[in-house]
Structures are given as C-alpha cells and as structure tokens.
C-alpha cells in the first residue's frame, strides 16, 4: 500500500479541538491501569462517525468497526453492541446525553464526524473521546488524508483511545511481515508478505521461488532485510516494500542470516557464517565497513538491539547449550543472561527497553518468556509442541510469535499480552511463520 | 584374516582373484584404457572399503556381494564374474556415491561431532572422491527443527563444515567441497517425533558438478 502523507497533524496544537464547554467534575479523569495482572476489559461505545452522504456514513460505520476490532483485539476494551444505543450519530454532533451513556455501562464514548469520503478524493475525520461518569471530553483530534488511506486514519483514532485510557502508547496503525508457507512438508514454498496488524491490505513480496526466511522491518516501516537461497551462498538482502527493488545487504563470502536493524535504522546487526563458526556483525545500511562484534568460536546468532540502540542481546553456544547474552553494541562485555534451564533462543528486545522476550525449548515443550535484561524476573507465557521467534508491538505491550502444532502440522501467527493473557490467533491466509512487527507508522 | 597373493579373504566370505577383476569380460563391448583402469581402480579401492569396514561389516553381504557396484557377482572359488550394467548407477555420479559408499553422515541432537559410522561413510567418501578427481562436491547441513529458525542455520553449517574438514584432512582439496546449510527447512522426514528428528540431522553430500 502506498504511504500517503497525512495533511493534519495529529498531536497538539491547531489540529486538536478544544473540549467542549462543559463544569468539570470533580472526580478523577478515567484511566486504565494495566500495569499489574488481570484487566477487566473496559467497556466503551464506539458510536459510527456521522456522515452528511452516503458515502460519508459508510465511512463512518467502517472506522467505527475497525476502532472496535483493534481494541477489542488487544483484551482491554470491550467495545458495546450498536445495537444497544440510545443516540444516535446525528445527535452526538452535539454533547453527549451522558445518562443514555451510563445507562448501558459505557465508561468511554468516541463520537465524531466525516466529510468527503469520495473515491481518489479526500477524507476528513473529527473524532472526541468522552469519560461517560465524568461527563466530560478526553480527547478531540482533527485528522485528513486521502480517501484510500481511510484505514490509517482509524488505526491513528484507535491508537488515541488507547494512548489516553491507558496511558501507554498505542500500536494499531502499523505492519506485520512474515513467511507465507505453503506446500509440501519436505519442500515448503515460502513467499515474504506484508499486512496491517489486522490484517488488511496482505500483500506478497516475493514469488516463492527461491527460499527466504526472517524478514525484519527498518524502522522507517518501508524497506525489509531478510535472507533469501539464491545461488549456492543464502545472503541478506534489503528491499523496499513500495518499489520493490532489491539489494544486497553487505558483500561477505559466507552465509549471512538473522538480520535486525538497529532503532535508528542506519545500522544492521546479522550473523556470518564462515568455516562453521557464526559471529555477529554489524555495518552500515547505506553501505560500508563491517564491524565483527563476537569472536567466539561456536554459534552466535539472533542479535537484537536495545531500543537506545546502545547494548545487544544474541544467542550463543559458548556455555555448550544455547543461552541468551547481552553485549554492548561494540562487542565488549558479553555476559550471559539465561540461567532458567532448557535451550534458549529468538531474543527480542522490546521497544520499552524493560523486557527481553524470547523461545526456550525446556521439559520437551517450547515456550515464549520474557526476562529483564539482566535476566531477572524469567516470566513464561506460552507453551507449546513449537512456538519460537517473538516479535514486540510498537509499545512493547503485545508477542507475536510463531507457533507450530505438532498435532495439525500447521504453524501460524499468534499474539499474546505482556501480561500473559489475550492469547489469540493471528490470521493469516495460509502457514505463516516468523513474523516481524514494525514500528509506529509515520 | 588371510591374505594371499592373489587374493583377499574376509571373514568367512572372499571376494575372489583380484587379479581376475582386471580381466576384460567376454561380454563386455572393448574398453578404452583410460576407462578400464577407471573401472579396476574402482573395484580394488571399493574392496579396500569392505576391507576396511570388514569389523563392523554385515558377512553375510560379503558373501557373493556387489561390492564394485556394477553387478558382478563373485562366485567363490570360480574366479569368473559376470556383470549386468543395465540399471546400475554411473560411476562417479551422485547415485554412485549412494550406492557404494553413502552420501550422508548423522549426528545426536545439538551435536557436530562426527561418529565412529559417520567416520566410516567420510572414509569411503573420501576415496571415492579420489577416484574422481573432476568431481565437485556441496555438503548439505541439516538440523531437526528443535531449536530456533536461525540457530538451526548456524548449526547445518556448522555441521557442512565438519564433513567438509574431516575430507580436507584426507588430502581432498578444499576447493572441491563446497559447503551449505538448510538449517531447519529440508527435513528429510517431516513428522514431528524423535525418529524424524534423527533422520534430519544430518550432512549430505550431494555431487554438484563434474569439471
């Protein structure tokens, strides 16, 4: 899908309506605490978006649904049934009747407006967020793009409810890459897709023709690095999603694999393999040097960056079983992390910087964890025949992973909270495996 | 274990008159020299594999076996053989290498250490390869899928890289081995049990290309 540029900004300034006059209340504004434990999902109503045409309401009703979907998607909200409402669109152009709200046990309401809507044309989106009890406006944005980006335009009004109710950041307007997998079991053809985190707008990349594996995102959202068979020597390479033109990523003799991107996104860290032993290396995307960071002579693989760019943690056999290790982004300082038995591997860093997520194949089952990154606080959240390859949401609240079913034979996305809970399916149109989750889109 | 001049017993099984073996059959359409000695030097240095392998080997495949791989059936005490080509594998292809020596090597789980019989079937490879100077070679690394995607890349090579340098140490030359990993993605079973598990890990030497 091609970026369009969004015309309005989207924080602050001109662009965010004022509250509508209104006696504040004295009790404390709304929020929900999801730092700790089990979540009572929310429950708010997401009225459809008035429209003056047509074509403006079922644009209206279209980002109404998607709102739903995405919170409803991440175990926090639990979005009301239409059907259960007393005013309707056109009324809530004006306030709110808050008791018809609390009557049905809404603690939130999203109302606003559409113009334009036209096909090739613009969209224009009003939206407030209201604290029903409090009876006053959380939240009021304007936002404007053209009609085709009208999925966008919702995930960014989702991503504010979330952001104001929760207080974290949000994760609904961004992309998913991964491994479409198809075909017979000895010989699987495996294409790189791209979709929505909800699945929208899925698009292939590559035509299954030569193997690929482990697609990453830069963290610009719209080039990916991956490793594809190509020839007798499998190489990362790099291409850009809108263009889809392709390249190298370094010149090395050997194997390259699991590339990551550091957060800034001019560097690249990836394993090479040489004469057997695997270290990691990292060098410049636009082209240059390459810095050997590991010099040991076993495995060391998976790097992943810390968010501030400064520290990696990889995976290494140096202990004789594999183990998760943090190093600084030079190579110095290596130390190992993991020490809650089994063999561990896939380590991701989360964008918050807390946590490190990883697969630790232990007692014959694989599991997802996460652990500080001093390897404190070893915290197991899935369990299966096969689950491996975590990925972190934008705010490092959600695990995507890929889960094969020893019993089916299938291997597909699925997600889990940080918490632990709201584990779910990811759907995909075919096997899907190690999956990649971008950045906030810009 | 006996030895005379003219002849190897092994075990309780002999393999007949190796002088007889560099005999032109009568069947057989004229060969040219270089071919003949191609196909004697195969024949002794395959009886050298049994002879190698004579501890450990089945007897009873000794016996009246195809040990050259062409067919010929060594009647004890007759000193004739006869050979069927049709259906056989060339000399010096991949099927040959299956067939007279083994194309793969298995290793226990996490592990590149080659055993005692992935040792044995490098030892064949290794001479094989000698008879067949102009042949390349790509050693394929495989690991089972218990482990991560990316770990199990660096483990197949790890695992190429083992053969490859056990046949570097027998004199073959480096630039006639190339070396792969499939990690994880080429299983040769695809069930999710142990007995698949044992049966991908491994290397593969597959003949790439004949300068």
Known sequence: ?442 | MQTTKDSLAVGNGWLGPLAATSLKRADEPPLDMELEMTASLLRVSAALVLLAACSSADESALQGSDAAGDGAVRNAGLGISSSELAGQPVPGTQEDLEVSVGDRVYFTYDSVVLSPQAIQTLDGQAAWLEQYPNVLVTVEGHADERGTREYNLALGDRRANAVKNYLVALNIPPSRVLTISYGEERPADPGHDEQAWTENRRAVTTVTTTQ
């Open chain 1, 1 to 442: 899908m091609r970026r369009r540029p969004f015309l309005t900004a989207l924080l602050g300034g001109a662009a965010s309506l004022s509250s509508l006059a209104l006696p504040r209340s004295a009790r404390a504004q709304l929020e929900l605490d999801i730092t700790e434990g089990i979540v009572e999902p929310l429950p708010i109503a997401i009225s459809e978006l008035y429209g003056e045409t047509p074509l403006a309401q079922q644009r209206g009703r279209e980002i109404a649904d998607l709102v739903s979907a995405d919170l409803e998607r991440s175990g926090l909200f639990r979005p009301i049934d239409r059907r259960a409402f007393i005013q309707s669109p056109a009324e809530l152009r004006n306030l709110p009747r808050f008791a018809d709200w609390r009557q049905i046990n809404a603690q939130a309401l999203v109302t606003g407006e559409v113009t334009g809507g036209a096909p090739g044309g613009e969209l224009a989106v009003e939206f407030r967020l209201w604290d029903v009890f409090a009876g006053i406006q959380m939240r009021g944005q304007r936002l404007a793009t053209a009609t085709d980006n009208w999925r966008r335009v919702a995930h960014k009004v989702a991503d504010v409810v979330y952001e104001r109710i929760t207080g974290e950041g949000g994760y609904f307007d961004s992309r998913i890459v991964y491994v479409s997998e198809t075909g017979a079991d000895r010989d699987r053809i495996k294409r790189i897709a791209v979709m929505d985190q909800d699945g929208a707008n899925h698009r292939f990349l590559t035509d299954g023709a030569d193997l690929v594996l482990t697609p990453r995102f830069h963290p610009d959202g719209q080039r990916i690095a991956y490793m594809r068979y190509s020839g007798l020597t499998p190489q990362v390479y790099l291409m850009n999603i809108d263009t889809g033109r392709e390249q190298r990523l370094g010149s090395f003799g050997g194997m390259t694999f699991a590339p990551q991107f550091a957060p800034d996104g001019r560097r690249v860290a990836m394993s090479l393999a040489e004469g057997g032993n695997s270290d990691v290396y990292t060098l410049d995307v636009a082209g240059g040097q390459a810095r050997r960071l590991t010099s040991h002579s076993g495995i060391d693989t998976s790097p992943s960056f810390s968010p501030d760019g400064r520290q990696i943690t990889f995976n290494s056999d140096r202990a004789g079983s594999p183990q998760l290790y943090v190093m600084t982004a030079d190579g110095s300082n290596p130390r190992r992390i993991s020490f809650g038995g089994g063999a561990y591997g896939s380590p991701a860093w989360s964008p918050r910087g807390d946590l490190i997520a990883f697969a630790v194949l232990r007692g014959g089952y694989f599991h997802i964890g996460v652990m500080r990154p001093d390897g404190g606080d070893e915290r197991l959240l899935t369990r299966s025949t096969q689950d491996e390859g975590p990925s972190w949401s934008p705010n490092g609240r959600v695990i995507l992973f890929s889960r094969t079913d020893f019993g089916s034979d299938r291997v597909r996305l699925f997600s889990i909270d940080v918490s632990g809970y709201n584990e779910r399916q990811v759907a995909t149109p075919l096997d899907a495996s190690d999956p990649d989750w971008s950045s906030l889109l810009a």
